[in-house]
């Protein structure tokens, strides 16, 4: 922070109002009345100097909290993320920052702090992250998944790094940054939800429906989503911010034929049409096309790590052939460049000598933002061939993207230079978060939180062994901190 800052009475009133649990103590602030008198005139005393953080004791709380947290078995489906809601919400009661949970349907919650800025007409910052986790089976991991076992200088478990961790990092900038007595110019809205991992509808998707009042000042947002990446030198880094994400479009197909006994089969059946079907639309090539964040992640990153120079344009570079041919071999790269089209989940008749009247399949189409969701459903109807196959929307949302250039932007191009001398890489994630809520109500939302993950950590991601080092998680505290100071000074 660069200049001093006064504490004006609301705001001591404002800390006071932890006491009230209601939503109305999470709500906006009221526009203030401008101050026209000098500080002094109006009895407000100046603020204390900030006093210094204990790093340390940051450090072991967090490690404490994180491996308590994982222990909440908090699997999805069915979620049960209440407890753990309560428990972030008691976490910052206990340090006077007003804190609410929602319980959404039966066991399953929302948690939501905010911790007053000076500045009333600044933009509120959310930090988002969601409470559930994906299924471990305890068979594959070297230790229980829900022990939240600290061993090596990890902390060990499903969720510690999707997303409990980054959950832990934003409530401990948060708590440290009240505790020193730093005052921000903006309030931060400390958002965790439940139900990401199965699309978000009873957690990110319910909030944005219902409580939207909680939120109405927000103008930006922090979510999973990127965050800090070696560069292949392994001394410097980049930091990998998500503007925008691929959207889901996941289809239901329904084939239908005569029913009967395998015996006396018919020509045709609901399966034989089906299997068809998937067959023609397999050999179907969805269209490469290269998007603007994608062209300028390579492009940046290129630069950075100093790769192929065909890299520097993506675009005409994937119009040669032979670099065409290698740079999809990679899934990975495959998906960033073009719609894909997976299916996943196939189903008919439950008995060997029976069939089914109907068959189906459960499609996985991944769109790439500027997709339109009826074009593509048209060229799948055309690629298989078939008319008399149903075809049911079971998920899908537009696409949205936030602009690389804002305030937060150059508030974390800010933290990187100040504190790794790194650059900033905008980039397109292709799988998706509950970002895609906050960007529909024109909230600035980027996919990033400053942690870094090491590669052998980070396959632990709905994967097994999930840890997260205790010093990534401590310097990530350390890195939100100053990036909440950047973004909360009096200047910007
Ligand atoms: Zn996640």
């Given at each position: 922070?660069?200049?001093?800052?006064?504490?004006?009475?609301?705001?001591?009133?404002?800390?006071?109002?932890?006491?009230?649990?209601?939503?109305?103590?999470?709500?906006?602030?009221?526009?203030?009345?401008?101050?026209?008198?000098?500080?002094?005139?109006?009895?407000?005393?100046?603020?204390?100097?900030?006093?210094?953080?204990?790093?340390?004791?940051?450090?072991?709380?967090?490690?404490?909290?994180?491996?308590?947290?994982?222990?909440?078995?908090?699997?999805?489906?069915?979620?049960?993320?209440?407890?753990?809601?309560?428990?972030?919400?008691?976490?910052?009661?206990?340090?006077?920052?007003?804190?609410?949970?929602?319980?959404p349907l039966k066991g399953r919650g929302i948690v939501a702090a905010r911790m007053r800025g000076i500045g009333k007409h600044n933009k509120a910052l959310i930090l988002?992250?969601?409470?559930?986790?994906?299924?471990?089976?305890?068979?594959?991991?070297?230790?229980?998944?829900?022990?939240?076992?600290?061993?090596?200088?990890?902390?060990?478990?499903?969720?510690?790094?999707?997303?409990?961790?980054?959950?832990?990092?934003?409530?401990?900038?948060?708590?440290?940054?009240?505790?020193?007595?730093?005052?921000?110019?903006?309030?931060?809205?400390?958002?965790?939800?439940?139900?990401?991992?199965?699309?978000?509808?009873?957690?990110?998707?319910?909030?944005?429906?219902?409580?939207?009042?909680?939120?109405?000042?927000?103008?930006?947002?922090?979510?999973?989503?990127?965050?800090?990446?070696?560069?292949?030198?392994?001394?410097?880094?980049?930091?990998?911010?998500?503007?925008?994400?691929?959207?889901?479009?996941?289809?239901?197909?329904?084939?239908?034929?005569?029913?009967?006994?395998?015996?006396?089969?018919?020509?045709?059946?609901?399966?034989?049409?089906?299997?068809?079907?998937?067959?023609?639309?397999?050999?179907?090539?969805?269209?490469?096309?290269?998007?603007?964040?994608?062209?300028?992640?390579?492009?940046?990153?290129?630069?950075?790590?100093?790769?192929?120079?065909?890299?520097?344009?993506?675009?005409?570079?994937?119009?040669?052939?032979?670099?065409?041919?290698?740079?999809?071999?990679?899934?990975?790269?495959?998906?960033?460049?073009?719609?894909?089209?997976?299916?996943?989940?196939?189903?008919?008749?439950?008995?060997?000598?029976?069939?089914?009247?109907?068959?189906?399949?459960?499609?996985?189409?991944?769109?790439?933002?500027?997709?339109?969701?009826?074009?593509?459903?048209?060229?799948?109807?055309?690629?298989?061939?078939?008319?008399?196959?149903?075809?049911?929307?079971?998920?899908?949302?537009?696409?949205?993207?936030?602009?690389?250039?804002?305030?937060?932007?150059?508030?974390?191009?800010?933290?990187?230079?100040?504190?790794?001398?790194?650059?900033?890489?905008?980039?397109?994630?292709?799988?998706?978060?509950?970002?895609?809520?906050?960007?529909?109500?024109?909230?600035?939302?980027?996919?990033?939180?400053?942690?870094?993950?090491?590669?052998?950590?980070?396959?632990g991601v709905h994967g097994i062994n999930e840890r997260l080092g205790v010093k990534e998680l401590s310097d990530g505290i350390k890195r939100m901190v100053e990036l909440l100071k950047i973004f909360g000074s009096e200047e910007r």
């Amino acid at each position: 922070m660069n200049a001093p800052f006064v504490r004006p009475p609301a705001i001591a009133g404002a800390l006071l109002a932890c006491l009230a649990l209601s939503t109305a103590a999470l709500a906006a602030s009221p526009a203030a009345t401008p101050n026209v008198l000098p500080a002094e005139s109006r009895g407000v005393s100046p603020a204390p100097p900030p006093q210094p953080i204990n790093w340390d004791k940051v450090t072991q709380e967090a490690t404490d909290l994180l491996s308590k947290y994982v222990q909440i078995d908090t699997t999805n489906p069915p979620g049960n993320e209440l407890g753990a809601a309560r428990m972030l919400k008691e976490k910052f009661l206990a340090d006077g920052i007003p804190a609410t949970t929602w319980e959404p349907l039966k066991g399953r919650g929302i948690v939501a702090a905010r911790m007053r800025g000076i500045g009333k007409h600044n933009k509120a910052l959310i930090l988002l992250s969601h409470m559930d986790v994906v299924p471990a089976n305890p068979k594959e991991w070297q230790v229980p998944p829900f022990s939240g076992t600290v061993k090596n200088g990890e902390i060990w478990g499903r969720g510690s790094i999707d997303d409990k961790g980054p959950g832990v990092i934003e409530l401990m900038a948060m708590l440290a940054i009240k505790r020193a007595g730093i005052l921000l110019d903006r309030d931060v809205l400390f958002v965790a939800t439940g139900d990401e991992e199965e699309g978000g509808k009873n957690g990110a998707g319910w909030f944005v429906d219902h409580q939207a009042n909680v939120f109405s000042d927000a103008g930006f947002l922090l979510n999973e989503g990127g965050g800090i990446r070696a560069l292949s030198d392994g001394k410097r880094k980049a930091y990998v911010v998500s503007v925008t994400e691929k959207t889901p479009l996941w289809l239901r197909l329904t084939a239908t034929g005569p029913a009967g006994h395998a015996s006396d089969p018919p020509a045709e059946t609901a399966v034989t049409r089906l299997v068809r079907a998937l067959a023609k639309l397999s050999e179907y090539k969805t269209p490469i096309h290269v998007i603007g964040p994608v062209q300028d992640y390579y492009h940046r990153m290129d630069e950075l790590d100093h790769g192929p120079k065909q890299l520097l344009d993506l675009g005409a570079a994937l119009k040669e052939p032979e670099f065409l041919k290698k740079f999809l071999s990679d899934p990975g790269q495959n998906a960033r460049v073009r719609d894909t089209i997976t299916p996943t989940v196939l189903s008919a008749s439950q008995k060997t000598n029976v069939i089914s009247e109907t068959a189906y399949a459960e499609v996985d189409c991944r769109l790439l933002p500027g997709s339109d969701p009826k074009a593509v459903i048209n060229e799948i109807k055309k690629a298989m061939g078939d008319d008399t196959i149903k075809i049911d929307t079971i998920l899908n949302f537009p696409p949205i993207s936030s602009p690389s250039r804002s305030p937060l932007m150059t508030a974390i191009e800010r933290l990187a230079k100040d504190h790794d001398q790194a650059s900033v890489v905008p980039s397109m994630i292709i799988g998706f978060t509950d970002s895609h809520y906050f960007r529909q109500k024109k909230i600035v939302s980027y996919g990033f939180i400053p942690v870094e993950v090491l590669p052998a950590q980070g396959k632990g991601v709905h994967g097994i062994n999930e840890r997260l080092g205790v010093k990534e998680l401590s310097d990530g505290i350390k890195r939100m901190v100053e990036l909440l100071k950047i973004f909360g000074s009096e200047e910007r």
